[in-house]
Nanobody, 115 residues
Framework: QVQLVESGGGLVQPGGSLRLSCAVS?????????MGWYRQAPGNERELVAQ???????NYADSVKGRFTISRDNGLKTLYLQMISLKPEDTAVYYC????????WGKGTLVTVSS
């Protein structure tokens, strides 16, 4: 059974950095067609932040381009999201997603950007 567990969220000041991790169990990362990070702020719909496809190509939301970087460690079976120059509007619950024939979600980790 595939499980995704996010970690690394927290409170950070504007301009600060965080790295989120998504630990995967039950499957190898390369078995997924695509993995990604989504976020949902209060009152908003869940939105795509960044994706990494099986062969390594990536896609980012315009709002995070140049500030966020998605990466993975196949050996550790972990997906990462490095976030720099954080802004208050980045505040949200961040979710890890993995997709092959099925769609899997973690439970999320809260990122709060505030002074």
């Amino acid at each position: 059974q595939v499980q995704l567990v996010e970690s690394g969220g927290g409170l950070v000041q504007p301009g600060g950095s965080l790295r989120l991790s998504c630990a995967v169990s039950g499957s190898f990362l390369t078995s997924f067609n695509v993995m990604g990070w989504y976020r949902q702020a209060p009152g908003n719909e869940r939105e795509l932040v960044a994706q990494m496809f099986r062969y390594g190509n990536t896609n980012y939301a315009d709002s995070v381009k140049g500030r966020f970087t998605i990466s993975r460690d196949n050996g550790l079976k972990t997906l990462y999201l490095q976030m720099i120059s954080l802004k208050p509007e980045d505040t949200a619950v961040y979710y890890c997603n993995a997709n092959n024939a099925d769609n899997y979600w973690g439970k999320g980790t809260l990122v709060t950007v505030s002074s």
